[in-house]
Structure formats: structure tokens, C-alpha cells
């Protein structure tokens, strides 16, 4: 009889360590969903910013060289020395910087002339 007592026991106890770990594994289960749904919305929030930004830099790009395009529809094409006579004496050209082994290329595109600096300034 003392021996059916202690095996009883001992499956009690048994019985009561596995529910304890049952429960300890679904707050684990339970907290992992959690984290798991809030990284989804912010996966989800992400990726609408991300496409809320990239019509923005179409619609940018695209508005941009509209503006561009109206503005040296006229002009010839680029010339060697990185700018045309119209453009130049427009105003119209932007600055260029080309890179170099030495240090870089600053090309001025106003006036066609292209200077090598070093790279220490």
C-alpha cells in the first residue's frame, strides 16, 4: 500500500511538472504570436511608407524631367568637352564631377574646361 502512495506521488508530481511546463510553453507561444503580429503591422506600415516614397520619386523624377526636357529640348546634344556653345551661353549647364585614379575630375561645364586636383584639399 505505502508503495501505491508513493508511486501516486510521484506521477502526481510528474502530472504537475508537465502542466507546469504546458502553461510556461503557451505563455512562450502566446508572447511569440504577439511579437510576431506587431512585426507584421510594422512590416505592413513599412512597406506603404516604402511605396508612398517611391510614387513620390517617380512622380519627381518624371516631373523633373519634364522641366528639363522642355529646357534643352532645343539644345544640341552634349559635345565632347561635356557641354554645348547654346548651353553655355545660356547658362544652362550644371556642374559635373568625374572620378579620377589621382584625385578627381571637377569638369566645368560652362566654360568646356576640365581641371585635376588632387584629392587633398
Known amino acids: 500500500m505505502k508503495k ?5 506521488r510521484e506521477l502526481s508530481s510528474t502530472l504537475k511538472d508537465r502542466d507546469d511546463t504546458i502553461e510556461a ?11 510576431a503580429a506587431e512585426k507584421a503591422e510594422r512590416i505592413r506600415l513599412l512597406e506603404m511608407q ?3 516614397m517611391e510614387s513620390l520619386v517617380q512622380a519627381t523624377e518624371e516631373s523633373e524631367a519634364e522641366v528639363y526636357g522642355r529646357r534643352y529640348q532645343r539644345q544640341p546634344a552634349w559635345s565632347s568637352s561635356g557641354v554645348t556653345t547654346a548651353e553655355a551661353s545660356e547658362g544652362a549647364s550644371m ?6 585614379h589621382d584625385g578627381y575630375f571637377q ?3 560652362q566654360y568646356g574646361t576640365q581641371m585635376e586636383t588632387s584629392g587633398e584639399q
Open 4 to 8: 501505491l502512495e508513493s508511486t501516486n
Open 25 to 35: 510553453l503557451s505563455k512562450v507561444r502566446e508572447e511569440q504570436n504577439h511579437q
Open 50 to 52: 516604402l511605396s508612398a
Open 95 to 100: 556642374p559635373e564631377v568625374q572620378s579620377g
Open 107 to 109: 569638369t566645368d561645364l
